[in-house]
């Protein structure tokens, strides 16, 4: 017996370069079925159902949906809202009064959390109901994954920006920081390591959330490294801590103010750069210390794209319509690498994924905590997609010198 | 009579994503005539030269240099220096004793100054000299010029981020602030405006070093947007001041602290975008505002080169060759658009450039002076290069409420 009725899709948290290629894909398979009677497009997310704020996706054209398939950031917009259980509960109801039966949400370790709770309010009802999590992040941090939809893309925005950054460093030099995303997880900023071709590239030292970030050890890195190269390139997260776990732009107080409250300030997203500058600045007597905090663009600059990213961010999206609607069941969708290069998908209980938080490997970072290991390179350099362009050097051999 | 002996290239100032273009065009057409003995190329631009630090260039492959050209950021290195009259004077008998005929330096109008007076050393000796300065910045500041070589890209950068960071903006609301390069023409920060499609897109406002910052109708203009479109994106120029020239970084005081000397914390690229969004937090209480400073990614990007700036860039370098030796010229090379679009590469006089800054014209900028106008968009749109590509929306309609 076929369920019957509506499928729902919504997309929640931070936007990403391919978020829409998963949209695109649940609605293209879903509309194959005919058990599917609409298929609605919640706005805002999970506010979006709370409020019945629906689009009617069975009437969007083949053509459009291919266009916002390559569009980014989510556009059926998105939310913060972290619901508990009596938002899920309310989300629900509505769900029940459009007979919607099958819920797709594209989201992060939060979204799948709502997912699951919007799932047992189901179960509780004894009302036939299909919720399947489409995974979603440029963090790259949810459990049992090789990796997310969305990393591969942010990945090569950061790879492409410290090639161009090593380059403009390497013709003027100086100490250079480039401040990456992500909070808990590293494997953004470690993506960094991509843009190095010869030796002598930055970036030269990278700084993770997973390893504590010591300040003196930091100081000598960059000195050795400035001693060696005459410059240096450095590419650090926005999530590292001390030893304590407390934020290292708090620890960096003797070089910031703090308001008539007493309050340190951290607002803006430039704080954490500048600190370090000054840092560098004052303790090494380096006058060139330049830091860029790449901020939103990681995570929606369109013409830099991985085709693999936008490839899988597809297919999991098709994966929903699929496990859902062929085969009854609810699930979190996962990544799973089975060859070099290839990947399946495979539904893992929703109950697993839900608001963890997967870390690098060990196996990633070096010994020094300070870069990324060859076998990183290796989990990496698929996901960056093809035609990822490196740059060259005049190699043209040097003139005697005739004056002197 | 043919003027025989070597050419020398150099690279001067800030990077762009075609510098090598130029550099490579000048190498491959001077490599045509039987009368150039040698190509060099000076290492770290003008400072090269005095240090007698010199590649041969005339042995570098074909492939390789089309590689170099497709490269960001100066291969030959850059440097800073402003050289005076002793520094150029220096620079030239050093080109002398090499038998150094032909000198093509590719850079700003700091770079055509030296160019200028290094070819009045040579007037000065009576020693047959030709002199070219190869126009290249992306402050698109250059006098007689209809644009610049390297500002189409940075301008293309601009713009996509803007495209990025709006679906962002939309999906999840609030005000962004992104501040743009350009410390006294505001041509790179106007480039935001290609991002827009639809009427409600941002960038919503836009400000420019050619207009006097008022904070008070800033925060005015801001309110104004922020109540029709319950969102703001606004592009900056970071070279903004007051009615009085004063930096506004340094008049947003009361809201930034001072140091133990009492100087005002100015230090680091992120500043004034942070100090704006508190500026605009503390006095709208709107609770989500974000800045990013693009900083050096727009100078070096390599994945969002304008393919029309690709080729005036090499064009450029080709014509340095044409005119010093075909013609037996010095000049700086300018860039006329003779038709829409269609440009003409004119000799102007190296006096006439050197050392003049080109600011937008009123005719660009819109009469409340924070936007741009129609005309800007169209001198804009051919130097972003094809295949700009803009985001699609849904365009399904609501569903009927049927709970409330």
């Not at 391919?18 to 805002?44: C, D, H, M, W």
């Not at 159902?49 to 390559?70: G, K």
Request: proline letters at 4%; a neutral charge.
């Amino acid at each position: 017996m076929k369920l019957q009725g509506k499928v729902v899709i919504a997309q929640g948290g931070g936007p990403t370069a391919v978020i829409n290629q998963s949209l695109v894909g649940a609605i293209l398979e879903s509309r194959k079925f005919p058990q599917v009677t609409k298929i609605y497009g919640a706005v805002n997310g999970i506010r979006g159902i709370l409020n019945e704020d629906f689009l009617d996706l069975t009437q969007e054209t083949n053509h459009n949906l291919e266009q916002v398939a390559n569009s980014a950031s989510s556009a059926l917009l998105s939310t913060r809202d972290k619901p508990d259980e009596a938002y899920c509960a309310q989300a629900f109801q509505v769900l029940k009064a459009h007979d919607v039966r099958y819920f797709f949400y594209i989201g992060g370790n939060d979204s799948s959390d709502t997912v699951r709770i919007i799932n047992e309010k189901a179960k509780a009802e004894n009302y036939d109901f299909r919720a399947i999590h489409i995974p979603k992040t440029i963090d790259n941090d949810l459990v049992l994954n090789d990796h997310t939809p969305g990393y591969g893309s942010a990945a090569r925005f950061v790879a492409e920006s410290f090639v161009g950054a090593n380059l403009d460093n390497r013709s003027l030099p100086g100490v250079y920081i480039g401040v990456v995303m992500g909070r808990h997880a590293g494997f953004l900023t470690a993506a960094a390591a991509m843009a190095k071709k010869f030796p002598d590239d930055g970036p030269h030292l990278i700084y993770l959330p997973e390893r504590a970030f010591d300040k003196e050890k930091f100081l000598n890195d960059v000195k050795t490294t400035y001693d060696k190269y005459g410059r240096c390139v450095i590419a650090v997260s926005e999530g590292i801590t001390d030893r304590k776990g407390i934020p290292i732009i708090s620890t960096l107080t003797d070089t910031v103010e703090r308001d008539a409250h007493g309050n340190v300030q951290l607002s803006g997203t430039g704080a954490l750069g500048d600190l370090l500058s000054e840092y560098i600045k004052k303790n090494l007597k380096i006058g060139r210390v330049r830091a860029d905090t790449f901020g939103y663009l990681q995570r929606s600059f369109m013409p830099c794209v991985s085709d693999i990213d936008q490839i899988e961010a597809r297919e999991v999206g098709e994966k929903a319509a699929h496990f859902a609607i062929w085969h009854n069941i609810d699930c979190s969708i996962t990544i799973q690498r089975v060859g070099d290069y290839a990947v399946e998908y495979k539904p893992v209980p929703l109950i697993e994924i839900a608001a963890k938080t997967r870390l690098m490997p060990d196996k990633y970072i070096n010994s020094d905590g300070n870069y990324v290991t060859e076998q990183f390179l290796s989990y990496c350099r698929p996901l960056i997609g093809s035609g990822f362009k490196q740059p060259a050097r005049l190699r043209a051999s040097k003139i005697e010198k005739i004056l002197r």
